[in-house]
Nanobody, 125 residues
């Protein structure tokens, strides 16, 4: 059974940083791309950042470019989302999701079968 777990959320002031971790099990991690999505109540889940373990392809939403970075974690089968220069509008539940292969030019939530449970990020002004 494929399981993903997102962790590392919390409360931070604007301008601060957080690092989220996605831990995966039950899959061959090297065959998957990991995408971070976020969602606020009343809005659709949107892709934030993606990194493929298969071909190194990436995706980064315009609203996080230069601030957020996805990278492989130090532990096996983990992926980080490093979030710097956080803004109040970054407040959301952040999810990690896995898809076979590469990062698409614009990841869409419905394309993903495997999801973690989400971790809440709150940025105060």
């Amino acid at each position: 059974e494929v399981q993903l777990q997102a962790s590392g959320g919390g409360s931070v002031q604007a301008g601060g940083s957080l690092r989220l971790t996605c831990s995966a099990s039950g899959l061959n991690f090297d065959d998957y791309a990991i995408t971070w999505f976020r969602q606020v109540p009343g809005k659709e889940r949107e892709a934030v950042s993606c990194l493929s373990n298969t071909d190194g392809s990436t995706y980064s939403a315009d609203f996080v470019k230069g601030r957020f970075t996805t990278s492989k974690g130090a532990a096996k089968n983990t992926m980080y989302l490093q979030m710097n220069s956080l803004k109040p509008e970054d407040t959301a539940i952040y999810y990690c999701a896995a898809i076979l292969g590469y990062c698409s030019p614009y990841p869409l939530a419905y394309e993903y079968q495997h999801w973690g449970q989400g971790t809440l990020v709150t940025v105060s002004s």
